[in-house]
């Protein structure tokens, strides 16, 4: 069952059409690989569909209902969280305080001890420094934290925006397990991400863009078994 449907995607910076006509499923329960060269259109597509994106035409329909006309904090609370590249840790906040943000912004009744106790038990670093400035921690950590941040509500859906860059090994592995097991839960996962062989080695299914549109569909597994196609779609 799909979860996420985008169809006949277009979007635009300014003047500037960067995704044309672009279509893919996400299926339930699923790790979906969105991989391609740096411009290709990527994380344009995921801001899109988080309504991040100044104009957008086409359809995106995430668990049957209609988005792009849903400001991005109505598709948050339907229950899609959103991981940015940018991560956007809140400077002078605690970690457990950017934890809260992410409760604060859900309609959803959670208890916010218990959520951030199951949160501590899935990212025992942060446990450790649930009172330090989130601002004053390593990249990987704050990684770690922007994704928990995007956990906390409990949503149906993440998109994760390169989640792996600028991350020292020993993290990105710990990553990984982590996003096999949210996968494992229920969790479905939408993974932007330049490593291409991390990325593939974790998700289930592969789609590869170039110039804003779809130019590939595989199985994770035949994709990265494919070395041609992918010196000609993802090589830098």
Not at 39 to 64: D, E, N, W, Y
Request: aromatic share 4%.
């Amino acid at each position: 069952m799909a979860m996420l449907e985008i169809e006949d995607l277009n979007a635009w910076y300014g003047a500037s059409h960067i995704i044309h006509g672009l279509s893919l499923t996400v299926e339930q329960g699923e790790i979906l690989a969105l991989v391609g060269r740096n411009g290709a259109g990527k994380t344009s597509t995921i801001k899109a569909v988080m309504g991040l994106m100044p104009r957008a035409t086409g359809r995106v329909s995430f668990c049957g209902r209609e988005l792009l006309a849903l400001p991005a904090h109505e598709r948050f609370r339907l229950g899609l969280g959103y991981v940015p590249e940018e991560r956007r840790i809140v400077p002078g906040l605690t970690v457990r305080e950017n934890l809260q943000i992410g409760l604060v912004s859900s309609r959803a009744p959670i208890d916010e001890d218990e959520a951030i106790d199951e949160i501590a038990q899935n990212f025992p670093r942060l446990k450790e420094r649930l009172g330090q400035q989130g601002s004053t921690m390593s990249g990987g950590e704050q990684q770690m934290l922007a994704i928990a941040r995007a956990m906390i509500s409990k949503p149906k859906m993440i998109l994760l925006d390169e989640p792996s860059e600028g991350i020292m090994p020993v993290l990105v592995e710990e990553m990984g397990v982590l996003f096999r097991k949210l996968r494992d839960s229920g969790i479905t996962l939408l993974l932007v991400e330049q490593n291409v062989e991390w990325a593939l080695k974790l998700a289930d299914r592969a789609v590869i863009i170039d110039q804003g549109e779809v130019v590939h569909r595989a199985s994770a597994a035949s994709l990265l078994a494919n070395a041609e196609i992918q010196e000609r779609y993802c090589a830098v």
